[in-house]
């Protein structure tokens, strides 16, 4: 009877249903991710499609070395539960960076491995040593640059663009074609060790050296790509090793990763070429004016009281939340103050732009763990007509994407930008901790409109002090 039932479960055909069913379930989970209300279950019914694909593949009669299997099942568990389950939601852009370039550094492992268990590719199909190459590069790339992202996100890198100057995209140019060229050698017949390390290393270096030059200020955009890479590369090894649901897993990735990237980078006014060339956003460190600034204006200050009083009396507010409330855990206090302002008849709504923070959909993910509800959240295009009636605009760290300089100075580097259109609401508070500018490295035009009041402080503290005031009222 176990005969009969073992070869039963390791049946070619059966192992092919699995895949057929563990990918369907991708796709299923993956539609539950349109909405933060059925989010949830689709990322468990996603895990439990990879839990079957990995189930199927350790079913297969050609898998070995069960104890290397288990150890790196338990290492993997150790390291990546306690990190999930730890991480801070303002850290999350860096686990994000962090984890998909342990995807792509495990693929090209992977091409590693096929090259020497094949000695070099001899006898095998001449597109499994092409998918395979495809994947060491794309892969190590994704890896060895998710990792600087990571460093620059951390902040253990500068986040202003390091470049070799006008010689920068003449070494890129010939490291990726140092790569090809040997992965065509291998192709062509080669079998030495030394082209495949020399493969790896020269994607490695071009990795670093892709994402050493972007600045802060595009970060979003480029861990959308490196996602994109990531999956491509694993849909390459699904067709080297002829595994369906790695095939399309990696397929869905690269597609959604690439449809992201585009989409952030026409929310930036910017191609994506013009990114991967680098040279934008210093990581907001520059220190930014303190007082008439180059714009020959003043910069007004308000109270959380006056603050209250305006907000409270209002017909419509706007919250447009940066990447300065996800540093002051602000999410959650924002949301309070929205209920006592609801329960006093104002409409509350939520401006979120396309690259607000520092990865796509920071602060949705945000706002969301703070239960705002899903149909205040309004995209760019959907609230910029609103804010002509609206009455104030509360703007909590969000600096280059409310510049009104994106729209007016054709000499900024954020000019042409689509901005969130704070400047023509009715009255404008900005809380900030202090005049430094953002990932663009250049001042906000915004903070010296007469109709603007700035809040110095801590986001959160600021936020739970205008929530008292509007109490006592």
């Keep these: 009877m176990t005969l009969p039932l073992a070869s039963f479960l390791q049946d070619h055909d059966f192992i092919q249903v699995l895949y057929i069913v563990s990918f369907g379930l991708f796709i299923y989970g993956m539609s539950g991710l349109t909405g933060p209300r059925t989010a949830v279950r689709g990322n468990r019914i ?43 939601m303002t850290a999350m852009p860096q686990m994000v960076a962090l984890f998909n370039g342990v995807g792509g550094g495990a693929v090209a492992l992977i091409s590693w491995v096929e090259f020497r268990n094949t000695q070099g590719f001899a006898h095998t199909p001449t597109y499994v040593a092409v998918f395979s190459l495809f994947a060491a590069i794309v892969g190590s790339v ?21 470049t070799l100057g006008r010689a920068q995209q003449l070494v890129n140019g010939a490291l990726a074609a140092a790569a090809i060229g040997l992965a065509a050698a291998i192709v062509a017949g080669g079998h030495s060790q030394a082209l495949i390390i020399g493969v790896l290393l020269c994607a490695a270096v071009l990795g670093n050296f892709v994402v050493l030059p972007i600045g802060g200020a595009d970060m979003p ?107 002051a855990q602000a999410q959650h206090a924002v949301r309070e103050m929205a209920k006592v302002l609801e329960d006093r008849g104002v409409q509350v709504k939520y401006a979120i732009h396309p690259v607000a923070g520092r990865m796509p959909g920071h602060m949705n993910v945000l706002l969301a763990e703070a239960d705002v509800p899903y149909e205040q959240l309004k995209e760019m295009d959907d609230v910029n007509p609103e804010f002509p009636r609206t009455d104030v605009a509360l703007v909590i760290g969000a600096n280059d994407v409310t510049n009104p300089a994106a729209n007016s100075n054709p000499d900024s580097p954020i000019f042409g930008m689509p901005i969130l259109n704070v400047n023509e609401s009715q009255s404008v508070i900005v809380l900030k901790r202090s005049m430094n500018p953002g990932f663009a490295g250049i001042d906000n035009e915004l903070y010296y409109d007469p109709k603007t009041a700035m809040l110095f402080g801590d986001a959160k503290a600021s936020v739970d002090d205008i929530t008292a005031e509007l109490q006592a009222l």
């Design 46 to 88: 996603a895990a439990a499609g990879m839990a079957l694909a990995v189930i199927a593949t350790l079913l297969d009669p050609r898998m070995g070395n069960w104890g290397l299997i288990a150890l790196g099942l338990v290492i993997g568990a150790a390291v990546g539960v306690p990190a999930a389950r730890n991480v801070r």
């Design 142 to 162: 994704s890896f060895w640059g998710s990792n600087i992202a990571f460093g620059k996100l951390q902040e253990l890198i500068p986040g202003r663009p390091i």
């Design 221 to 327: 955009v480029v861990i959308s790509l490196l996602n994109a890479f990531t999956g491509l590369s694993a849909a390459a090894t699904g067709v080297a090793l002829n595994n369906p649901a790695l095939i399309v897993a990696g397929m869905i990735v690269g597609a959604s990763g690439t449809i992201l990237t585009n989409l952030m980078a026409v929310a930036m006014n910017r191609s994506v070429p013009a990114i991967v060339a680098g040279g934008f956003g210093g990581g907001g460190v520059t220190a930014g004016a303190a007082g008439p600034g180059e714009h020959a204006g003043t910069v007004r200050s308000t109270s959380a009281s006056d603050a209250a009083i305006q907000m409270a009396y209002a017909r419509q507010v706007v919250v447009v939340p940066g990447y300065g409330m996800a540093v």
